[in-house]
């Protein structure tokens, strides 16, 4: 199978891609820049030079493969709802390409804001519609798409994917401690986030593209929820610095924007993705990947591609 993935150079993406080559697909990598091109083809990946704002570009990588695999996000978080804009767009650029073809497409969404009270998420559960608290569309867009006859499958991921070259929300966490001299939770800290190995996440969407057309919405969650007060102290430790229970205005001050994930509950299973998948993560898990992945470099963010 000929798999277009977008996103091809990023964390995920790069593990996704990874994954479908060591399984006997090709792969059309979406690439930015003809250096980050070069480095899918040195893998065995064609390569696509373009950006997730160019649907044209999109729509000719959707067009020229069996499957499309959608991983690529702009994460500017200083500009989230345009990144927002710009997901949902692309979605729909991919999605009018292959409409009528039968063509697997597996769009990645978020599992933040999934809370279901007193239990955890299921993939049945339906996401919050997009609003300005939280902007990201992804979900809803691919339902959109399936309702207009172009079965899109949704590819859910925790707050944290993790594993060595990890540049989303730990590293986001370390900086702070780093910056503020203290790693923290509010609280109590009891709040919890479900994870997932890279290595993992990559396995489910190959078990998923290989299925076919479909609109099934996957949790790619190996871990239901782990505290974030055990994230603060792991992330503690690896700094040598306290590690501090904050509210009101001193968790704002400490957290400025991200304060939202930080208080995020977000209990998930993925039962139903294991069993129809037939996926069992195999991974280290979260707080291992914190001690012993690397994260604690002097720049955080130097794996970032």
């Known amino acids: 199978m000929r798999v277009f993935v977008t996103g091809a150079t990023g964390f995920v993406g790069a593990a996704v891609t990874g994954e479908l080559l060591a399984h006997g697909h090709e792969v059309l990598g979406l690439a ?33 493969c069996d499957a499309i695999i959608h991983t690529g996000f702009v994460h500017d978080f200083a500009r989230f709802a345009a990144s927002c804009a710009i997901d949902e767009a692309a979605i729909e650029a991919m999605g009018a390409a292959i409409e ?10 978020g599992l933040a804001g999934l809370s279901v009270e007193g239990r955890a998420a299921t993939e049945s559960d339906l996401a919050p519609p997009p609003s300005a608290a939280y902007p990201r569309a992804s979900d809803s867009a691919a339902r959109r798409l399936s309702a207009s006859g172009i079965p899109t499958a949704i590819m859910r991921l925790p707050p944290s994917v993790h594993g060595c070259g990890d540049h989303g929300f730990v590293p986001m966490l370390i900086d702070l401690a780093r910056r503020n001299g203290r790693s923290a939770y509010l609280g109590e800290g009891a709040n919890v986030w479900p994870a997932v190995h890279v290595g993992d996440a990559a396995r489910a969407f190959r078990l998923a593209v290989e299925q076919g057309p479909g609109a099934a919405t996957f949790h790619a969650a190996a871990e239901t929820g782990i505290a974030f007060r055990d994230i603060a102290h792991a992330i503690g430790e690896g700094l040598d610095v306290p590690c501090v229970s904050l509210t009101g205005d001193e968790a704002r001050a400490h957290f400025g924007w991200f304060l939202g994930f930080a208080s995020m509950h977000q209990p998930v299973s993925s039962a139903w993705t294991q069993e129809r998948l037939r996926w069992t993560p195999a991974g280290p898990d979260l707080l291992s990947d914190i001690r012993h992945a690397g994260y604690f470099a002097v720049d955080p963010f130097a794996a970032a591609v």
């Open 100 to 109: 009528g073809t039968g063509k697997p497409f597996i769009v990645t969404a």
């Open 32 to 64: 930015r820049s003809q250096e980050r091109a070069a480095g899918l083809e040195e893998k065995g990946a064609r390569s696509l030079i373009g950006d997730l704002a160019v649907p044209k570009t999109l729509q000719e990588g959707a067009r020229a």
